[in-house]
Structures are given as structure tokens and as C-alpha cells.
T-cell receptor, first 114, second 106 residues
Framework: DSGVTQTPKHLITATGQRVTLRCSPR?????VYWYQQSLDQGLQFLIQ???????AKGNILERFSAQQFPDLHSELNLSSLELGDSALYFC?????????????FGEGSRLTVL | KNEVEQSPQNLTAQEGEFITINCSYS?????LHWLQQHPGGGIVSLFM???GKKKHGRLIATINIQEKHSSLHITASHPRDSAVYIC????????FGTGTSLTVIP
């Protein structure tokens, strides 16, 4: 158990819909990272938050947004869903920002868009 | 353009063999990560390196910053080591290799 909790574990929805994925980091970790893993593109970095503020951005589509709340949990919002958004979405946490220790990953949220 | 290249893509080994997985990268980095992903999908961080060498049990990771290259070694491999091993580099954002799928046969 990494201490990082992601919900839901599985989600099936239709094209055009909007979903929210939730991540609770390990106790005390200030940084939350979101990643997408699809069969054709592998793992991709989406976005990082540190203590409520966006810190780094990767290949995140404009249809996707995220935020980190004062209690440090984070949500990834995916809207106008397309078939290609079907993927595993992971979050990870660490105490600080760059080079501040190992990343701890949640078990992922598997999104299927039909 | 792939910022991170891993080799080999697939690897089958007999139990007990010494295994090496290589990672080369083309961008400036602050750290390199080795990750392990089992068939169930969960990801575990094995190492974070910014220089030199680290060892955890039977796993050893090395990095050569000048050559932009890292290796992950597994000594005395075991079937439970069967997994996908992913190299990732980071500066402000992360770049991932495509992974090496390792199968260790008893």
C-alpha cells in the first residue's frame, strides 16, 4: 500500500461526457502528479501541483483540468470525452517538488470511453 | 521524437541470470527514475538517481550524467521480478521510456 488513494478504480462512460478523478496523496506529501497511460502512447505526464498551486504542465489537453485543494487532495477533470481518452490515469505524490524523494503511485483509475 | 530510449523492449531470462536494462535520454535532467509495473497495473518507484549508483537488495541502478545513460541491473533474477520496467527523466516535467517487459522463467 503506497498510501496514495485514487477513486474511482474503474469508470465507464460515453463520448462527450465529463468525469472527475480523485487523488488523496500520502499524509504530509505536498506534491501531486497526474499521469496518463494508454496502450498506444505509454505513460505521459499531465500536470503537477504543489501545495495547491500548479507547478509543472506536460501533455495535458485543454479539455482536461486539475486542481489541488487546501486539504491537498487533487482532482483531474476530463470533459468532452473522446474514445482516445480511454486510459489508466495515475496520480503520484512526494513530500516536496524536484528531487525530494521517491514518487509514490496510486493504483490508478481505469477510464473506458464508449 | 523520443526523449527517453530504453533497451531492450522485451527480455526473457532464466531464473538466476544477471539482467541489465538500459536507458538513454536526450534532455537535461535533474533526476532519473526507474519504475516497476506489474501485470495488475500498479506502479512502484524503484530508484531515483541524480548521480552515481544506488542499490536496493538485488537491484542496482547507475547513471552517467555525461553520457546521458542509466542502467538497471537485477542480480540473481527471480520469476517475481517479471514486470515492465520504465525509465523516466525529469527536470520540470517527466519524460518516459516505453518500458522493458521482463519475463523470468523458473
Amino acid at each position: 500500500d503506497s498510501g496514495v488513494t485514487q477513486t474511482p478504480k474503474h469508470l465507464i462512460t460515453a463520448t462527450g461526457q465529463r468525469v472527475t478523478l480523485r487523488c488523496s496523496p500520502r499524509s504530509g506529501d505536498l506534491s501531486v502528479y497526474w499521469y496518463q497511460q494508454s496502450l498506444d502512447q505509454g505513460l505521459q505526464f499531465l500536470i503537477q501541483y504543489y501545495n495547491g498551486e500548479e507547478r509543472a504542465k506536460g501533455n495535458i489537453l485543454e479539455r482536461f483540468s486539475a486542481q489541488q485543494f487546501p486539504d491537498l487532495h487533487s482532482e483531474l477533470n476530463l470533459s468532452s470525452l473522446e474514445l482516445g481518452d480511454s486510459a489508466l490515469y495515475f496520480c503520484a505524490s512526494r513530500p516536496g517538488t524536484v528531487n525530494t524523494g521517491e514518487l509514490f503511485f496510486g493504483e490508478g483509475s481505469r477510464l473506458t470511453v464508449l | 521524437k523520443n526523449e527517453v530510449e530504453q533497451s531492450p523492449q522485451n527480455l526473457t531470462a532464466q531464473e538466476g541470470e544477471f539482467i541489465t536494462i538500459n536507458c538513454s535520454y536526450s534532455v537535461g535532467i535533474s533526476a532519473l527514475h526507474w519504475l516497476q509495473q506489474h501485470p495488475g497495473g500498479g506502479i512502484v518507484s524503484l530508484f531515483m538517481l541524480s548521480s552515481g549508483k544506488k542499490k536496493h537488495g538485488r537491484l542496482i541502478a547507475t547513471i552517467n550524467i555525461q553520457e546521458k545513460h542509466s542502467s538497471l541491473h537485477i542480480t540473481a533474477s527471480h520469476p517475481r521480478d517479471s514486470a515492465v520496467y520504465i525509465c523516466a527523466v525529469t527536470l520540470n516535467q517527466f519524460y518516459f521510456g516505453t518500458g522493458t517487459s521482463l519475463t523470468v522463467i523458473p
